[in-house]
């Protein structure tokens, strides 16, 4: 793994980074092949940057999994940061995306996971680098493995001092809530909506707590059977003594911010076979969005009750379709 400093634009960084970029750009530049590769590759959200012919050489060193760290211009600080999950050379994707750096289009791109907001002071880190105080990032640069080393003998692990969480995606919480459900009372609730739950803080994120018990009367409800196929049969759960279902938040809880009322209620947890949860998470658009559709149009009636407005469309983009 390597570890690159990259100099940014605020308006750059709002277009790719601290935004994502729209699928229905990305059709239409992309092959199938290439949108369905970054997708699989991606977080929910799609995120890139890219260099220019002049960096060739760094961009062909440059390999997945490789950290990437942001300087907002004129902040006097590292900013934002990211991991490399996918590349490929698109000068009309690059036109399209960012301007034109002089006669050079940004045509070496790389895309993005793990996308996190950072606030390092950029003097401090450059001294601890081992760079002089009066180094500007001049472009694009991958540290020297000896700075990189000395760093970590000084100051302790890179992402302990950026201070980003590596490890667990938000996905994964969810994931490590299904024992919880299982173990857990069932919370009856009627069909009104119920006030927001409280925000958590997991390393340089946040996300909103859940109340397991509530899932659990949702997959009570629904008799443990898959709400996508009811045919779809799974394993008997030692714990349960019914098919095992796994409960799944329609509209993501990540998304609670854009809600006045609470997206952990039963009308938008599904029971959902294991199968068709991780479909939901990670297969490709066609599949996702024919399951999505027939959920949201199941669901529709019982969202509204619950005070969760939304149409279909924007579910839907909450999945990157």
Same mark, same amino acid.
């Given at each position: 793994?390597?570890?690159?400093?990259?100099?940014?634009?605020?308006?750059?960084? &709002?277009?790719?980074?601290?935004?994502?970029?729209?699928?229905?750009?990305?059709?239409?530049?992309?092959?199938?092949?290439?949108?369905?590769?970054?997708?699989?590759?991606?977080?929910?959200?799609?995120?890139?940057?890219?260099?220019?012919?002049?960096?060739?050489?760094?961009? &062909?060193?440059?390999?997945?999994?490789?950290?990437?760290?942001?300087?907002?211009?004129?902040?006097?600080?590292?900013?934002?940061?990211?991991?490399?999950?996918?590349?490929?050379?698109?000068?009309?994707?690059?036109?399209?995306?960012?301007?034109?750096?002089?006669?050079?289009?940004?045509?070496?791109?790389?895309?993005?996971?793990?996308?996190?907001?950072?606030?390092?002071?950029?003097?401090?880190?450059?001294?601890?680098?081992?760079?002089?105080?009066?180094?500007?990032?001049?472009?694009?640069?991958?540290?020297?493995?000896?700075?990189?080393?000395?760093?970590?003998?000084?100051?302790?692990?890179?992402?302990?001092?950026?201070?980003?969480?590596?490890?667990?995606?938000?996905?994964?919480?969810?994931?490590?809530?299904?024992?919880?459900?299982?173990?857990?009372?069932?919370?009856?609730?009627?069909?009104?909506?119920?006030?927001?739950?409280?925000?958590?803080?997991?390393?340089?994120?946040?996300?909103?707590?859940?109340?397991?018990?509530?899932?659990?009367?949702?997959?009570?409800?629904?008799?443990?059977?898959?709400?996508?196929?009811?045919?779809?049969?799974?394993?008997?759960?030692?714990?349960?003594?019914?098919?095992?279902?796994?409960?799944?938040?329609?509209?993501?809880?990540?998304?609670?911010?854009?809600?006045?009322?609470?997206?952990?209620?039963?009308?938008?947890?599904?029971?959902?076979?294991?199968?068709?949860?991780?479909?939901?998470?990670?297969?490709?658009?066609?599949?996702?969005?024919?399951?999505?559709?027939?959920?949201?149009?199941?669901?529709?009636?019982?969202?509204?009750?619950?005070?969760?407005?939304?149409?279909?469309?924007?579910?839907?983009?909450?999945?990157?379709?």
């Amino acid at each position: 793994m390597s570890i690159y400093l990259s100099p940014a634009s605020k308006k750059n960084l &709002n277009t790719s980074i601290r935004k994502s970029v729209p699928i229905k750009l990305l059709k239409k530049y992309l092959s199938f092949d290439e949108l369905q590769s970054i997708l699989e590759s991606s977080d929910d959200k799609i995120h890139c940057w890219a260099m220019t012919k002049g960096l060739q050489s760094a961009y &062909n060193s440059m390999e997945i999994g490789d950290w990437v760290i942001f300087s907002e211009s004129k902040t006097g600080k590292f900013t934002d940061f990211g991991i490399v999950s996918y590349k490929l050379c698109n000068i009309n994707l690059g036109k399209a995306l960012w301007p034109v750096s002089g006669s050079k289009p940004w045509e070496n791109i790389y895309f993005l996971k793990k996308i996190q907001k950072i606030d390092i002071s950029k003097s401090d880190f450059i001294l601890k680098l081992g760079y002089n105080i009066n180094f500007n990032v001049p472009g694009q640069i991958r540290i020297d493995r000896t700075k990189e080393y000395d760093f970590i003998q000084k100051n302790g692990p890179f992402d302990r001092y950026l201070q980003v969480d590596l490890h667990e995606s938000i996905d994964d919480i969810e994931d490590s809530e299904i024992i919880k459900i299982f173990e857990s009372e069932p919370i009856e609730t009627n069909d009104n909506p119920l006030p927001r739950t409280n925000q958590r803080v997991m390393g340089n994120r946040s996300y909103w707590e859940t109340k397991p018990g509530i899932s659990k009367s949702a997959l009570i409800s629904a008799e443990f059977i898959c709400e996508v196929d009811s045919s779809h049969n799974t394993f008997t759960s030692r714990v349960t003594n019914n098919k095992y279902v796994e409960a799944h938040h329609l509209i993501p809880m990540k998304f609670q911010n854009e809600f006045q009322n609470s997206l952990d209620h039963k009308s938008n947890i599904i029971s959902v076979c294991p199968n068709c949860h991780r479909l939901l998470h990670h297969s490709i658009i066609k599949e996702k969005k024919e399951i999505l559709s027939k959920l949201f149009n199941n669901r529709k009636e019982a969202l509204d009750k619950g005070g969760i407005s939304i149409t279909e469309k924007k579910l839907m983009s909450y999945y990157g379709i």
